[in-house]
């Protein structure tokens, strides 16, 4: 027998351990990958396969649903529709929910990565999850690069913190509050209206052609600078600026499934997200050191963050500027939208506009402003928003995740862990609800309460409903029943109809319209 000289060993040792540890390390990767990225995935579809939901099959890697999902909405969106009817607007926003629900029915279950998603769009189920059940769901952890445009705000906090930020932020949009903004609302749409009379009388013609959707972002832009943080907005218009610049990026990154670590990897497009997002904030800080202190801000949104009466309530400066990140953008964004499509339709549906201006002139008086006092007699109007609100959502879907195993309308078993996809476009569309002519315009559908609390829902439903949903709705009826009191519009032949879900929906390529003033 041959005998191995002991210091060979010994001198080998070192190296023989590092290539134990190593192999040890290489098979806990692998069966940690193999566990959540096979196991688990195929475990979870079996279990949803056994109560009949079924869906696209789970793949880890190639032709996986993200992959296909993302494939359909670039797909959409570089289609053009050329007519302006309301029967698409589900297949153009949320395509993968459109056209899969054809295949596998209305529940279905599809991936995001090795993440389980359910899609839903039973009344039933919703208002579960979001009311009756809302304690076994939580948010959906963002990724990291969506945080850069909120930060930890309002829109994705959870648990004790968000208790704190809903409290604050409630107070200072209860509608007393907002009773109070009417006349800064009021003066705001003047101002937009002067400069639109401006552009008339400088071209001597009666109307003048315009993408009212750029104008009316700078409108809402205006109101949540004037309401949140006592500026206005050309003060908040470089912040503005950079979160559109922002939202492009972040849209990408939101319809790609998210690589643990690799936000930062310094990529062109992660290095561009950060140059934005330190902007942002140093913007953001200046502007709140300049004015926490000022008289005139005392009923805003910002001087409730920054002056909290309970002791332990009180904000870090990061907390508020992350606060201020979101209704910066939670508050332009969605009503700029809104109003925007209330405007196309109201160009579509003339016969719709006379009523409206009607009904101004007879509660407001002819070339008068409504007042704090007159808005609830714009009955009207509102039927006329709340039908936008259905047809043209700008929240087109909603998110969730159950936090613990749940039972969802007596039949529908739900893991933990398990994202909830909310296709509320496909509700406010759905002819078993709204009948044969849910694609039409037709505001008398709202004339008489709503029949089933998650048949209509833009503005969400239980404890995390949209906080800003009274200024939304004032500064939507101001504005609208001022420029239709004002002018005449209609839709300009150069418009081109392609709803489009960005952060939340919008015409694709802007919203050309043609106004001239009224007599
Ligand atoms: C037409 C206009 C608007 C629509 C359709 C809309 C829609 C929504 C929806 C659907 C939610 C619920 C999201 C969820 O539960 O996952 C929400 C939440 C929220 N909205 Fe709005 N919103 C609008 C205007 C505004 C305005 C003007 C502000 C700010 C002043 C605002 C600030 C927020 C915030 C901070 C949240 C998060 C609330 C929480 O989680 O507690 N929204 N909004």
């Given at each position: 027998m041959i005998e191995v000289p002991h210091f060979i060993f010994l001198r080998h040792k070192p190296i023989m351990v590092i290539l134990f540890l190593l192999l040890v390390i290489i098979i806990l990767l692998l069966f940690t990958i193999l566990y959540t990225h096979i196991w688990i995935p195929f475990r979870i579809q079996l279990h949803f396969n056994h109560q009949r939901i079924k869906g696209p099959a789970y793949r880890p890697i190639i032709k996986n649903s993200a992959g296909i999902r993302r494939r359909m909405i670039a797909e959409v969106e570089s289609s053009r529709t050329t007519s302006f009817n309301h029967n698409e607007v589900v297949k153009r926003v949320m395509p993968h929910y459109y056209n899969w629900s054809k295949v596998y029915g209305d529940t279905f279950l599809y991936?995001?990565?090795?993440?389980?998603?359910?899609?839903?769009?039973?009344?039933?189920?919703?208002?579960?999850?979001?009311?009756?059940?809302?304690?076994?769901?939580?948010?959906?952890?963002?990724?990291?690069?969506?945080?850069?445009?909120?930060?930890e705000g309002l829109v994705s906090l959870d648990g004790?913190?968000?208790?704190?930020?809903?409290?604050?932020?409630?107070?200072?949009?209860?509608?007393?509050?907002?009773?109070?903004?009417?006349?800064?609302?009021?003066?705001?749409?003047?101002?937009?209206?002067?400069?639109?009379?401006?552009?008339?009388?400088?071209?001597?013609?009666?109307?003048?052609?315009?993408?009212?959707?750029?104008?009316?972002?700078?409108?809402?832009?205006?109101?949540?600078?004037?309401?949140?943080?006592?500026?206005?907005?050309?003060?908040?218009?470089?912040?503005?600026?950079?979160?559109?610049?922002?939202?492009?990026?972040?849209?990408?990154?939101?319809?790609?499934?998210?690589?643990?670590?690799?936000?930062?990897?310094?990529?062109?497009?992660?290095?561009?997200?950060?140059?934005?997002?330190?902007?942002?904030?140093?913007?953001?800080?200046?502007?709140?050191?300049?004015?926490?202190?000022?008289?005139?801000?005392?009923?805003?949104?910002?001087?409730?963050?920054?002056?909290?009466?309970?002791?332990?309530?009180?904000?870090?400066?990061?907390?508020?500027?992350?606060?201020?990140?979101?209704?910066?953008?939670?508050?332009?964004?969605?009503?700029?939208?809104?109003?925007?499509?209330?405007?196309?339709?109201?160009?579509?549906?003339?016969?719709?506009?006379?009523?409206?201006?009607?009904?101004?002139?007879?509660?407001?008086?002819?070339?008068?402003?409504?007042?704090?006092?007159?808005?609830?007699?714009?009955?009207?109007?509102?039927?006329?928003?709340?039908?936008?609100?259905?047809?043209?959502?700008?929240?087109?879907?909603?998110?969730?995740?159950?936090?613990?195993?749940?039972?969802?309308?007596?039949?529908?078993?739900?893991?933990?862990?398990?994202?909830i996809f909310m296709a509320m476009t496909a509700v406010h569309h759905d002819v078993r609800i709204w009948g044969e002519d849910a694609s039409v315009f037709n505001p008398m559908r709202f004339l008489e309460p709503r029949n089933h609390l998650a048949s209509f829902f833009p503005f969400g439903l239980g404890p995390r409903v949209c906080v800003g949903q009274n200024l939304a709705l004032v500064e939507a009826k101001i504005t609208l029943a001022m420029i239709v009191g004002h002018y005449s519009i209609a839709v300009s032949p150069s418009y081109v109809h392609a709803p489009m879900q960005s952060l939340s929906m919008q015409p694709q390529y802007g919203a050309q319209m043609i106004f001239s003033r009224r007599g």
């Open positions: 991936w995001f990565g090795s993440k389980p998603r359910l899609a839903v769009s039973d009344p039933d189920v919703i208002k579960e999850i979001l009311v009756t059940k809302s304690g076994s769901f939580g948010k959906i952890r963002s990724d990291p690069g969506v945080n850069a445009l909120f930060g004790e913190k968000w208790i704190v930020h809903r409290r604050i932020a409630a107070q200072a949009y209860n509608m007393e509050r907002i009773k109070e903004w009417v006349p800064v609302i009021v003066n705001s749409t003047q101002n937009m209206m002067k400069k639109w009379d401006a552009n008339i009388e400088a071209t001597n013609k009666s109307d003048f052609e315009f993408d009212v959707h750029k104008e009316l972002h700078q409108h809402s832009a205006d109101i949540i600078s004037r309401t949140a943080f006592g500026s206005n907005y050309s003060e908040g218009k470089r912040i503005f600026e950079l979160q559109e610049q922002l939202v492009m990026l972040v849209l990408q990154t939101m319809r790609n499934v998210y690589i643990p670590g690799f936000r930062f990897i310094p990529t062109k497009r992660n290095m561009t997200i950060w140059k934005l997002e330190k902007e942002i904030t140093e913007v953001i800080t200046k502007l709140i050191e300049k004015n926490k202190n000022t008289k005139e801000i005392s009923n805003t949104l910002l001087a409730a963050l920054v002056s909290t009466s309970k002791k332990d309530d009180m904000l870090g400066l990061k907390e508020i500027v992350d606060e201020c990140k979101t209704f910066y953008f939670a508050g332009k964004e969605t009503t700029a939208n809104l109003l925007t499509w209330a405007f196309l339709l109201l160009g579509l549906h003339q016969e719709w506009q006379d009523k409206a201006r009607e009904e101004v002139d007879r509660v407001c008086g002819k070339n008068a402003s409504p007042c704090a006092d007159n808005l609830a007699d714009l009955k009207i109007i509102k039927m006329i928003l709340n039908e936008t609100l259905r047809l043209y959502p700008p929240a087109a879907m909603m998110m969730r995740r159950a936090s613990e195993n749940v039972k969802l309308a007596g039949r529908l078993d739900v893991p933990a862990g398990t994202q």
